[in-house]
């Protein structure tokens, strides 16, 4: 926000000269005289609003897409196309030394047509070259994916959804310490937690709170490093098309655990980091024939049912086991029945 009304302070004054400068101009035309008034005075408090109105929209968001545009660019074609280019400036500048004995506009033009010839010529050669450029410096290989094939590095950086921020169990996780790398939080993420923890619905509400504690104990985490991208919601563009696009540019995956985010980010070539399939792949393994102690809380569907739950929220059905409401019993396994919704574990009485 501070850089923005920066922009505006300096585009509206640069604006401002701009006007009085080009109103002068038009006044000796007009007169033959250089006056103020009236054209440098009204051209030049029209500048001063028009600059500040379009500032920022012809400095940062141009820089800003430049920005987005070289973070997509490897490392290794981003240095091989910079020393071709630089390469490229210094045989233009020894071709143009005779060019500029030339007589007339020849001097002139066939100098910096050579230079700017030669200058995308070899920096088209260096990118072609990049492979190369990553044998004599493996560190800047871009080991992250575009097309969602491979594994990114693990001290790669992390898009986070805002899905993911309301779950909080990734919190939990990064106190453990098995997240490593950058999780990084584009603004409009921020906007849409934010918007959701002023609604007036007290459920939203609650989860848009929960959501910037999650933020908080993140920040505050020392074993994991939070960044916040500066970056909006194009128009005309969702928060969801929006993720995607930002985490196909910059080449990273989406952490989250919105189901319909997943699919869409999978089909576009994005890697996706689902909380809910981590926490699957996590859930102990039960074998039939196991025993196990349980306490069970409630009635099944079926006559003489009863349910209880593993600590890792895995639902257990136990045969007969409805006389033994709020009360711990020895079963055994019988079977486990894997479903869309995740596992179901069924069981039998111990005693029978």
Known sequence: MIEIWTLRILGAGGFGILGWRLGRYVSELSTGQERLWPWGLVLALTGVPLGALVAPY?????????VEFINGIPGTTLLAG???LLV??????????????LNGWLGLVLPLVVTFALGITGMWLGVQRSRDMQAVFPALENTRPASGGASPSRNGAILVDTSAIIDGRIADLSVTGFVEGILVVPRFVLDELRHIADSSDPLRRNRGRRGLEVLGRLRQSEKISLEVLDVGVSPGNEVDSELVHLARSMKIPILTTDYNLNR????????VLNVNELANALKSIVLPGEEMRLDIVQEGKEPGQGVAYLDDGTMVVVEGGRRYINASHDVVVTRVLQTAAGR?????????
């Open 82 to 84: 910079t020393i071709g």
């Open 344 to 352: 179901i574990i069924f069981a039998q009485s111990k005693n029978g």
């Open 58 to 66: 012809i400095t940062l968001k141009p820089l800003r897409k430049g």
């Open 88 to 101: 490229g400036l210094v045989v233009a500048s020894l071709f143009s030394i005779p060019l500029y004995t």
């Open 264 to 271: 869409v980010a999978e089909l576009q070539g994005v890697q």
